[in-house]
T-cell receptor
Framework: DAGVIQSPRHEVTEMGQEVTLRCKPI?????LFWYRQTMMRGLELLIY????????DSGMPEDRFSAKMPNASFSTLKIQPSEPRDSAVYFC?????????????FGEGSRLTVL | DQQVKQNSPSLSVQEGRISILNCDYT??????FLWYKKYPAEGPTFLIS?????DKNEDGRFTVFLNKSAKHLSLHIVPSQPGDSAVYFC?????????FGTGTSLTVIP
């Protein structure tokens, strides 16, 4: 079975450019999460979806960040315009239940560097 | 507001010895805890979990202990192996959200 697939694995861009990160969750999972990993804060939840609907985006740092899930098999996280402080590893994860009994299945992450 | 905390950013242990990774939490409503393991350039993967109705859960070389009164859990790895070198995150779900600690980087020295 394919796991959570993220692209690109690495992205280097210049400040002010638009960045789009992509995620394909595991088929049948109805929860999708976007996390950001930094040294200072560890894994931070940015936003999560249930059945393609955004449920909680309180972790999205600023209006420069937006996320969409147009269908059950695809989600995007967009940063426009990007800034150097956005440099981090961004993980997408999916879950079949999202409840405490469930666990998260992570993709391999997208490492973003903004120069 | 860090509801799950891992106060040791790193830990080094000799191969064959015990590794103990610690995690503290502030929210007494948490009723389930998970540990994830992360290798470089990979996503975190689930390792072991524990429900708040238990104080111990064991899976092979990995044991998680929960002390609810102290709001503390720990992961024990015995014996430690070089392949255990990774970053370990503890996590607690609340509703549909998962709260993660900042991680502890474990290095097992051959």
């Amino acid at each position: 079975d394919a796991g959570v697939i993220q692209s690109p694995r690495h992205e280097v861009t210049e400040m002010g450019q638009e960045v789009t990160l992509r995620c394909k969750p595991i088929s049948g999972h109805d929860y999708l999460f976007w996390y950001r990993q930094t040294m200072m804060r560890g894994l931070e939840l940015l936003i999560y979806f249930n059945n393609n609907v955004p449920i909680d985006d309180s972790g999205m740092p600023e209006d420069r960040f937006s996320a969409k899930m147009p269908n059950a098999s695809f989600s995007t996280l967009k940063i426009q315009p990007s800034e150097p402080r956005d440099s981090a590893v961004y993980f997408c994860a999916s879950s079949p239940s999202g409840r405490a009994a469930g666990e998260l299945f992570f993709g391999e992450g997208s490492r973003l560097t903004v120069l | 507001d860090q509801q799950v905390k891992q106060n040791s950013p790193s830990l080094s242990v000799q191969e064959g010895r015990i590794s103990i990774l610690n995690c503290d939490y502030t929210n007494s409503m948490f009723d389930y805890f998970l540990w994830y393991k992360k290798y470089p350039a990979e996503g975190p993967t689930f390792l072991i979990s524990i429900s708040s109705i238990k104080d111990k859960n064991e899976d092979g070389r990995f044991t998680v202990f929960l002390n609810k009164s102290a709001k503390h859990l720990s992961l024990h790895i015995v014996p430690s192996q070089p392949g255990d070198s990774a970053v370990y995150f503890c996590a607690a779900p609340k509703g549909n959200q998962f709260y993660f600690g900042t991680g502890t980087s474990l290095t097992v020295i051959p």
